[in-house]
């Protein structure tokens, strides 16, 4: 199937989005993107960020990956039609509902 630049899963739609994010959040706050057609990953420069990032992106839903070393947490929402992923700390195993 042939993508052009106006199709939901185009790379050059999501790039957009990758700028808005880094609008948003700040690039300097942002080690790695990871762009596939439909999905964004981010990792930030300091894990102990991640969260916070999450939130400001409007990305409620975590994912705890405890048996990695060292644990994280994946945060992850939809931004303008986009799978958006953020890695953070390990969340608190005492932290209250997302």
Known sequence: ??????????LVRALGVVAQ??????????????????RISLHP???SEGEQIARAL???LPMDHR???????????DIDGHEVHIRAQLRSLTAGPA
């Open 1 to 10: 199937m042939k993508t052009t630049a106006t199709s939901p899963d185009s």
């Open 21 to 38: 994010v880094l609008a948003t959040v700040g690039e300097d706050r942002i080690e790695t993107v990871t762009l596939n057609r439909g």
């Open 45 to 47: 420069h300091d894990l």
């Open 58 to 60: 409007g990305c409620s």
């Open 67 to 77: 048996m990695l070393v060292p644990g994280t947490t994946d945060w992850s929402g």
